[in-house]
DNA sequence: TCAATTCATAACTTTATGGTTATGGATTTG
DNA sequence: CAAATCCATAACCATAAAGTTATGAATTGA
């Protein structure tokens, strides 16, 4: 079943990926994060509907796809949006036909830049 | 909460498309499809890990994705992948920033032709 | 006509997911 | 030290989702 070994298990990333990104709130954060860079959770929560523990839930899933980093700070957790992290579903969306792998070429040399 | 009227409910549309493929048996049949082309029910079940009625329910949950489009001929039905269906998933990528979304902008003419 | 094929839907089970409130650890701050 | 703040986890609930088998409608073919 492995048809590229050296993508490691390529499938699985994906799945996670497309999980994390398919609830809106999750998307919500990860765009906040990306337009205004590093935030605390105590500032996610602030502009998020839901609870605080349900942000840092949210932030969990969003880091075990590999989508935002973490870094600790005292009391607080300061959370990053990773772009690079986008890269197995960029190159999944390569299965679209020729047109469109032509321009995600570039892309995948984000993720695989040998 | 409306941030860009224009956008029509884009994020619901890839609340759907997400959902749709962060199944890994999912993504499987769009991948077969966009390869071999328009295929039966029963072909795409051969080819499937599951039952017939889960490959049918999957394709109901593709379709109103608008990820594949559904024929149906005498007793067969033949489904097609849509590759425009992935423009919402591509337009909301271009918020990581300026160098994907140079890239993404050719794409986003799929969506928006006008 | 009768049997077989193709597909979708119903009914059901199990597990995953999104949400809540409650709690407790770690760190600042008064 | 005590109180307040920040965060993560636990416990719980409700719903969604993936899977199964059973069934039935529609079409094809003998």
Redesign the interface.
């Known amino acids: 079943m492995d048809s590229h070994p050296s993508h490691g298990d390529r ?1 699985a990333a ?2 996670e990926l ?2 994390a ?4 709130t999750r ?1 919500a954060l ?2 906040y994060l ?2 205004q860079g590093e935030q605390s959770v105590h500032a996610l929560t602030a502009i998020s509907a839901v609870s605080q523990p349900m942000v840092s839930r949210h932030l969990a899933k969003l880091k075990r796809a590999r989508l935002v980093t973490a870094r600790r700070a005292g009391r607080e957790t300061y959370y990053s ?1 990773r ?1 690079k992290g ?1 890269a197995p ?2 190159q ?2 390569a ?3 020729a047109l ?1 792998s032509q ?1 995600f070429t ?2 995948e040399e984000l993720a695989d830049p040998a």
């Open positions: 499938s994906c799945d497309f999980k990104l398919s609830d809106g998307r990860l765009e990306v337009r949006a772009v986008l579903v960029v999944w969306m299965i679209y036909g469109w321009r570039a892309l």
